[in-house]
């Protein structure tokens, strides 16, 4: 990747960071995750219809990396159907361990976080939201 690129990037996660999308939580499925090796603290929920994923909202406190991916997450895979977000959700995992994917361009603003695999303690932070979307997707919602 170039420094362009790079500074592109860090911007994108800088503006989710700092102006996250669909933050506040309306009391969806939902799924409680935590990643204790940053302090990393998130709720996810889905609104799902149909077959396809209405609405995504997060909640939450952490680093910049996790709380950016969150709302990147709630936008890139609302509306999608299910199948297509548990897809891309498993593409995103790939990139992000550093793997070459097809099709990259799927993945659209989350293709931000492909030079998080050069940072292998940052994995967890870029993965947890999308690992509680996962969750609801396959009908694994908290209890309460
Ligand atoms: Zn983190």
Request: proline share 3%; with cysteine; aromatic share 6%.
């Amino acid at each position: 990747m170039n420094n362009d690129i790079e500074n592109l990037y860090r911007q994108v996660i800088m503006d989710h960071y700092k102006n996250p999308r669909n933050k506040g939580l309306k009391g969806y499925p939902h799924v409680h995750i935590k990643n204790p090796s940053c302090g990393d603290d998130i709720t996810i929920e889905a609104k799902i219809e149909n077959g396809i994923i209405k609405e995504i909202n997060h909640q939450g406190s952490g680093c910049s990396i996790c709380c950016s991916s969150a709302s990147v997450l709630s936008e890139v895979l609302k509306g999608k159907s299910v199948d297509e977000a548990k897809g891309l959700i498993q593409k995103y995992y790939r990139m992000i361990k550093g793997e070459k994917i097809d099709d990259e361009e799927d993945l659209e603003e989350a293709l931000v976080y492909e030079g998080v695999s050069k940072f292998p303690a940052r994995i967890k932070c870029a993965t947890v939201s999308w690992k509680a979307l996962e969750k609801i997707l396959n009908g694994e919602p908290d209890e309460e």
